[in-house]
C-alpha cells in the first residue's frame, strides 16, 4: 500500500508539528478490513485504541488522495482523542479544531474496487492541504 504509506508519513510530520507526536503509527493491510469494505463501500480503515496500527482495506489504495489522506487523518485523530461517548464526534470536531488548514469535510465519492461503487459522506481533505503537505508548508 505504498500510496497510503507515503500519505501517512506526510500525516505524522504535520501531526507532530502540532505537538501530536504519532511515530510508533503504521498501517497494515487487513482482510477483516477487505470484508468489511466489500459489505460497505464506506469502511476501510479501523483502529484499535491503544495500539498504533491502522488496520486498511486495500480498496483505500484506489481512492483519490484527498480521500486517502481525510481517512487516516480520521484514523490518527482517534489514536489522540481515545475513547468518550461519542468518538465519530469527537473525532470530527477534533480535527476541525487542530487542523483547520485540512478542510476536512465529508463528500461522496465512485470508486472502483472491484467494481464502480459509490461511498457516500466519506472523510477527505482539501487539494491545497495534500500541496502543503507536500512541500512542508504545514
Ligand atoms: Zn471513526
Redesign the pocket.
Known amino acids: 500500500m505504498v500510496k497510503c504509506e507515503d500519505w501517512l508519513k506526510l500525516l505524522k510530520r504535520y501531526m507532530k508539528s502540532k505537538g501530536f507526536p504519532l511515530n510508533r503509527v503504521s498501517l497494515t493491510h487487513s482482510r477483516k478490513a477487505d470484508k468489511r469494505n466489500a459489505n460497505d463501500p464506506r469502511g476501510f480503515c479501523h483502529v484499535v485504541l491503544g495500539r498504533p496500527t491502522i488496520h486498511c482495506a486495500e480498496a483505500l489504495e484506489t481512492l483519490p488522495d484527498e480521500f486517502i489522506v481525510g481517512i487516516l487523518l ?2 490518527l485523530a ?1 489514536m489522540v482523542v481515545g475513547e468518550g461517548e461519542d ?2 464526534l469527537d ?1 470530527d470536531e477534533w480535527v476541525l479544531e487542530k487542523c483547520p488548514e485540512a478542510g476536512y469535510h465529508y463528500a461522496d465519492i465512485k470508486y472502483a474496487s472491484p467494481k464502480f461503487r459509490v461511498a457516500k459522506n466519506l472523510e477527505c481533505v482539501t487539494k491545497s492541504f495534500l500541496k502543503k503537505l507536500n512541500t512542508k508548508v504545514v
Request: net charge negative; charged share 35%; no cysteine.
Open positions: 480520521h484514523e482517534h468518538p465519530e473525532v
